[in-house]
């Protein structure tokens, strides 16, 4: 990325083991398992019963009780994330700084519910005793809109859809924003929250853990038969190294790069060879002017599916070599399950704070090793170990692929 150096110094979170940067840092330290029972839809119908749900969530207890009513859940989620991410970067917004901020969201599935709930009081009452103010959140921008209108944003507003690699394309969208000169400043955001509908889709689909074995999130284990389906909503504040160490920001890491590369094999599939992950690995080093040996730790898109975990790990052989066994390559989906466009953010979020505390989050739910996949996936337990450069991989189903390089200012 040339002309900048784009930085964080904000974050926000909302995720299942926690709310807040510094409990998720210290929850995925911990191994935190939050997998449950369903409680926000009745799952009673499914043979599956078992998601990664954020549990006893209040929005009103971070942003008061004005302005929620009609919001959706998993605009409240994304509203809490932009506090923390504002509050932290130290960032004023007024009427003399709106024009020269912008947010970017990266959302699949945040609409879905609005939708239904619209079309049902249709089917249900009519469209004259419909609610109607269901309707404007029934469109895929309406949760990343949500954030300019709560926290008067208006340099511009924009959201990506596409799917698992939603967050990464949304951050990577901004920084080419901030290179243009659109804007000074912008908040990159991921969010998917769970409904009954979602369930639903990947319940029929077949892609989920639980439906032909156990129902756990065991990233890279043998006995792995799909993912648990999770939800969440992290936002971060970007802006250029130069602007930011003029204003006394707090500098929490570096992004070197963000790449993406769609290999439009099939939809619904993964390409075997893995070949959209390899290019968008690639094109992320290059983008950094990082080669291989100088990564210390790889946050992985594994997800506990048969096929994703399998070729990520093909690839990774193929990038690294024999070096490989050295690096230490974990997924946090097994903690937080699949949170599609989330996932991510969720997974730099994490990179940083592995820069941050000193430990790697590891992979947890790990008993049986598959040849296939014989990494070194920090088994159970947290690993201490200091990270200067982190990569991040996202990758699913219909050919989306994206990687970033993380780096740890401090270093």
């Not at 995925?28 to 799952?43: H, P, Q, R, Y």
């Not at 690839?315 to 690096?327: A, M, P, Q, S």
């Amino acid at each position: 990325m040339a002309g900048i150096e784009a930085v964080i110094t904000g974050m926000g979170v909302v995720a299942p083991n926690a709310i807040g940067k510094e409990n998720f840092w210290q929850a995925l330290t911990e191994g935190k398992d939050c997998a449950d029972e369903i409680t926000s839809f009745d799952a009673s119908k499914f043979s599956v019963k078992r998601a990664v749900e954020i549990k006893n969530f209040s929005a009103e207890t971070f942003l008061g009780p004005k302005g929620l009513r009609n919001i959706d859940r998993t605009t409240q989620f994304l509203l809490v994330a932009a506090k923390q991410a504002i509050e932290e970067s130290g960032i004023t917004i007024s009427d003399a700084t709106t024009d020269t901020i912008g947010v970017c969201t990266g959302t699949t599935f945040s609409h879905l519910w609005s939708i239904i709930e619209f079309d049902r009081e249709v089917l249900r009452d009519g469209l004259d005793f419909s609610n109607p103010a269901l309707f404007p959140s029934t469109v895929l921008n309406a949760a990343s809109s949500q954030i300019s209108i709560r926290y008067n944003i208006q340099g511009f507003n924009a959201t990506i859809s596409t799917g698992y690699t939603s967050s990464l394309d949304a951050l990577k969208y901004l920084i080419d924003a901030l290179e243009s000169g659109r804007a000074e400043t912008v908040f990159s955001a991921g969010v998917d929250a769970l409904t009954s509908s979602l369930f639903f889709g990947f319940h029929q689909l077949g892609y989920m853990a639980g439906l032909k074995g156990i129902p756990v999130s065991c990233p890279f284990d043998k006995r792995r038969n799909g993912p648990l389906l999770g939800e969440a909503a992290v936002v971060f504040c970007i802006e250029d190294l130069k602007k930011a160490k003029k204003r006394g920001a707090n500098i929490l890491a570096r992004v070197r790069s963000v790449a993406s590369y769609f290999d439009a094999f099939r939809m619904g599939k993964i390409h075997p060879q893995g070949e959209g992950i390899e290019k968008a690995i690639r094109d992320a080093l290059d983008s950094a002017r990082i080669r291989p040996r100088q990564i210390d730790y790889i946050s992985s898109c594994a997800n506990s599916s048969q096929e994703l975990d399998r070729i990520e790990v093909k690839v990774l052989k193929e990038i690294f070599g024999g070096r490989l066994k050295n690096i230490p390559v974990s997924s946090i989906k097994s903690m937080l399950g699949e949170t599609f466009s989330a996932a991510g953010a969720l997974q730099i979020a994490s990179c940083i704070g592995a820069m941050k505390t000193g430990f790697i989050p590891p992979t947890i739910n790990f008993q049986e090793k598959d040849p296939a996949c014989d990494i070194d996936c920090v088994p159970n337990v947290s690993r201490k170990k200091n990270v200067k450069n982190a990569l991040v991989i996202s990758s699913g189903p219909g050919g989306y692929n994206s990687a970033a390089v993380i780096e740890n200012y401090s270093v």
